[in-house]
């Protein structure tokens, strides 16, 4: 079946710090994966997605994903994390069998001063 | 331009009540999807409209979930005789077409006492 895991159910970088999210799917045909990034209270915003083509996907925010098939992983990275950067960050693949978002639980990002 | 929009943005009711939740997609967009998203996990798949007609609805969890699309544009998520395991934030999201980014609303979050 097809599914999205994120190991990491809560990440602590201080501020400044460089930061990577896991993301990790089983799927069998070319995915469409996205991240999404929810703040509290806030809708889920889209940060970047990749259908095909190059496999570093740039991002709003300063993010960036990079697609790697053979580990079937899309992990999401930024150099330099904010304050504001501190959300839940959801990892997700479009089925293109029936065009359902499957995503994984989130990971929740904690920035220390 | 205007983003998803959802009504109510909460919603109490108590268990055995009917409840509507309603959802303004992005003007042009003619696929639309419905998903519940639980404390600590990822949103669930529910249904997806493209246009009227519901063009997958495994998603809804009982009979007692259903949700209309009636002239392609807002759509209404219907819950009859809730139980407390129905409260979660739903969230609803459109696109343009089927394979394109995923639009959010910021959600209604359901509480059945």
């Known amino acids: 079946a097809q599914s999205v895991t994120q190991p990491d159910i809560h990440i602590t970088v201080s501020e400044g710090a460089s930061l990577e999210l896991r993301c990790n799917y089983s799927?069998?045909?070319?995915?469409?994966l996205f991240w999404y990034v929810q703040s509290p209270g806030q809708g889920l915003q889209l940060l970047l997605k990749y259908f095909s083509g190059d496999t570093l996907v740039q991002g709003i925010k300063g993010f960036e994903a990079e697609f790697k098939r053979s580990q079937s992983s899309f992990n999401l990275r930024k150099p330099s994390v904010h304050w504001s950067d501190a959300a839940e960050y959801f990892c997700?693949?479009?089925?293109?069998?029936?065009?359902?978002?499957?995503w994984g639980a989130g990971t929740k990002l904690i920035i220390k001063p | 331009g205007a983003g998803v929009s959802q009504t109510p943005s909460n919603k109490v009711t108590e268990k055995g009540k009917y409840v509507e939740l309603r959802c303004d997609p992005i003007?042009?967009?003619?696929?639309l999807y419905w998903y519940r998203q639980s404390l600590g996990q990822g949103p669930e798949f529910l249904i997806y409209?493209?246009?009227?007609?519901?063009?997958?609805d495994s998603g809804l969890p009982n009979d007692r979930f259903f949700a209309v699309r009636p002239e392609g544009s807002v759509s209404t998520l219907k819950i009859q005789r809730t139980e407390r395991g129905d409260s979660a934030v739903y969230l609803c999201?459109?696109?343009?077409?089927?394979?394109?980014?995923?639009?959010f609303g910021p959600g209604t979050r359901l509480t059945v006492l």
């Open positions: 999201a459109s696109s343009l077409t089927l394979t394109d980014t995923q639009y």
């Open positions: 003007s042009g967009h003619t696929a």
């Open positions: 409209f493209q246009g009227t007609g519901a063009a997958d």
């Open positions: 997700a693949v479009l089925l293109d069998s029936n065009y359902q978002l499957i």
């Open positions: 799927y069998g045909a070319t995915p469409y």
